[in-house]
């Protein structure tokens, strides 16, 4: 058995980006789009974690407290963007929100 | 026992982020991303980054999947459960996905190999380092939650009257 | 060549830390959850088992509301207003997810001479922000439970 160093969790933190981003280019629901956006930033947060586990410096996890911070902002506005966007169009696909306007 | 867990959090946490991107209920994604994010607080334990997977169970799973669960029963659920994915765009998807693991190999494949070293990234030395070198964005971050909650409330001005 | 090319350098310079002492603390964690999991378990277990078998009508899936018959089903609307809070929380939880860190390292740093004060003011400038937005929150509405009368209301 080969012992986990740090490209196995680039390797792992790699796959679960692309698997945010196939979801994001795959769904057409506003709502999963953005579940999987915060898969894509998980993704960026195990990356930067294991960095900083492998260079012995933890500048890395206060970045992913930031990042966790910003997301959480970045989710409440967006759900109400979504939510104010709903009650206005009745519908959360974005395939039909074609234009820049409420 | 550090590489078993390893093996057994990432293939868990990598099955159920497949299955957030593949559900056709919104519900069950939800449901799968709370279960990717403990996963993923396990592997940040195997990385010593104690602080850091306690957040993560406290603000991912615990806060912010509460309000997309509350978004979700907000929202209509039954015409989302007959849409069908569309084969162009499922290609598609797999396609990028796929290049851009191509490429993380290539900087994967050259990579220094070195040991670990033994930094604990617990809530002690987070903090230290958090209210002393990054005491301006930790000052920057209430300024962008206080942007976050004005434009909340502006957002959803229409329902307040 | 394997496909993975770390394999064989990587078992050389990989100097194992000893994990299984930081990994010990997680036990009581993990027992936990395996608790947690084998209850749930066994209670859906109990019920298949020692429930009564037989005749299902329709009326006995429908969901236990205090003996009252059920009006619609929970898939329905729920009012914005919940939405509004459910937002607020997660931006005054964050707030309060700065306060861990900061509470465990106040009193080493506070006797620091090179930060002395500044742990303490930064701080309250972090919270004075935060407490602008609570009271723009609070100003706006954004808190009350029932919609606003305009008007008090005459006394009957």
Same mark, same amino acid.
């Given at each position: 058995?080969?012992?986990?160093?740090?490209?196995?969790?680039?390797?792992?933190?790699?796959? &679960?980006?692309?698997?945010? =981003?196939?979801?994001? $280019? +795959?769904?057409?629901? *506003?709502?999963?789009?953005?579940?999987? @956006?915060?898969?894509?930033?998980?993704?960026?947060?195990?990356?930067?974690?294991?960095?900083?586990?492998?260079?012995?410096? &933890?500048?890395?996890?206060? =970045?992913?407290?930031? $990042? +966790?911070?910003?997301? *959480?902002?970045?989710?409440?506005?967006? @759900?109400?963007?979504?939510?104010?966007?709903?009650?206005?169009?009745?519908?959360?696909?974005?395939?039909?929100?074609?234009?820049?306007?409420? | 026992?550090?590489?078993?867990?390893?093996?057994?959090?990432?293939?868990?946490?990598?099955?159920?982020?497949?299955?957030?991107?593949?559900?056709?209920?919104?519900?069950?994604?939800?449901?799968?991303?709370?279960?990717?994010?403990?996963?993923?607080?396990?592997?940040?334990?195997?990385?010593?980054?104690?602080?850091?997977?306690?957040?993560?169970?406290?603000?991912?799973?615990?806060?912010?999947?509460?309000?997309?669960?509350?978004?979700?029963?907000?929202?209509?659920?039954?015409?989302?459960?007959?849409?069908?994915?569309?084969?162009?765009?499922?290609?598609?998807?797999?396609?990028?996905?796929?290049?851009?693991?191509?490429?993380?190999?290539?900087?994967?494949?050259?990579?220094?190999?070195?040991?670990?070293?033994?930094?604990?990234?617990?809530?002690?030395?987070?903090?230290?380092?958090?209210?002393?070198?990054?005491?301006?964005?930790?000052?920057?971050?209430?300024?962008?939650?206080?942007?976050?909650?004005?434009?909340?409330?502006?957002?959803?001005?229409?329902?307040?009257? | 060549?394997?496909?993975?090319?770390?394999?064989?350098?990587?078992?050389?310079?990989?100097?194992?830390?000893?994990?299984?002492?930081?990994?010990?603390?997680?036990?009581?964690?993990?027992?936990?959850?395996?608790?947690?999991?084998?209850?749930?378990?066994?209670?859906?277990?109990?019920?298949?088992?020692?429930?009564?078998?037989?005749?299902?009508?329709?009326?006995?899936?429908?969901?236990?509301?205090?003996?009252?018959?059920?009006?619609?089903?929970?898939?329905?609307?729920?009012?914005?207003?919940?939405?509004?809070?459910?937002?607020?929380?997660?931006?005054?939880?964050?707030?309060?997810?700065?306060?861990?860190?900061?509470?465990?390292?106040?009193?080493?740093?506070?006797?620091?001479?090179?930060?002395?004060?500044?742990?303490?003011?930064?701080?309250?400038?972090?919270?004075?922000?935060?407490?602008?937005?609570?009271?723009?929150?609070?100003?706006?509405?954004?808190?009350?439970?029932?919609?606003?009368?305009?008007?008090?209301?005459?006394?009957?």
């Amino acid at each position: 058995m080969i012992p986990v160093v740090l490209p196995h969790y680039l390797v792992v933190s790699a796959a &679960l980006f692309s698997l945010g =981003l196939a979801g994001v $280019i +795959i769904r057409r629901n *506003a709502l999963v789009i953005f579940m999987s @956006l915060e898969l894509m930033l998980n993704a960026a947060n195990l990356a930067l974690a294991a960095f900083s586990r492998y260079n012995g410096s &933890l500048h890395g996890h206060v =970045l992913v407290f930031f $990042i +966790i911070t910003v997301a *959480a902002a970045e989710v409440a506005v967006g @759900l109400a963007i979504i939510v104010a966007l709903f009650r206005r169009r009745k519908s959360v696909n974005v395939d039909e929100l074609t234009s820049m306007r409420l | 026992m550090h590489d078993q867990l390893f093996w057994f959090f990432s293939i868990a946490m990598l099955l159920s982020g497949l299955l957030v991107i593949l559900s056709r209920n919104p519900v069950n994604s939800a449901m799968f991303l709370v279960v990717a994010m403990c996963f993923m607080a396990g592997l940040f334990v195997l990385l010593e980054a104690h602080f850091l997977a306690i957040i993560q169970i406290l603000v991912y799973a615990g806060a912010v999947m509460v309000l997309f669960l509350f978004v979700i029963m907000f929202l209509d659920l039954k015409a989302e459960r007959r849409r069908r994915f569309r084969i162009l765009t499922f290609g598609g998807g797999i396609i990028v996905a796929a290049a851009f693991m191509v490429k993380v190999h290539d900087v994967v494949e050259d990579m220094p190999l070195v040991a670990a070293k033994g930094v604990a990234g617990t809530t002690e030395a987070v903090g230290r380092l958090l209210f002393t070198r990054y005491l301006l964005p930790f000052e920057v971050a209430s300024l962008l939650l206080l942007v976050a909650v004005v434009g909340v409330v502006l957002l959803s001005k229409r329902d307040l009257k | 060549m394997t496909d993975f090319p770390l394999a064989f350098d990587a078992a050389r310079s990989y100097r194992r830390v000893n994990v299984s002492a930081e990994l010990s603390q997680y036990i009581p964690v993990g027992l936990l959850i395996l608790i947690a999991i084998a209850f749930a378990a066994g209670m859906l277990l109990a019920s298949t088992a020692l429930g009564q078998k037989g005749r299902r009508p329709a009326v006995k899936d429908t969901p236990y509301e205090c003996g009252m018959i059920p009006v619609g089903d929970a898939h329905m609307r729920f009012p914005v207003k919940f939405h509004i809070v459910a937002t607020l929380f997660i931006l005054f939880d964050i707030e309060v997810v700065f306060l861990y860190p900061w509470a465990v390292v106040f009193k080493p740093l506070l006797k620091d001479p090179q930060t002395g004060m500044t742990i303490f003011t930064s701080m309250l400038t972090f919270l004075g922000i935060l407490f602008v937005g609570y009271v723009y929150c609070w100003k706006k509405g954004a808190l009350d439970w029932a919609p606003r009368r305009e008007t008090p209301q005459p006394p009957a």
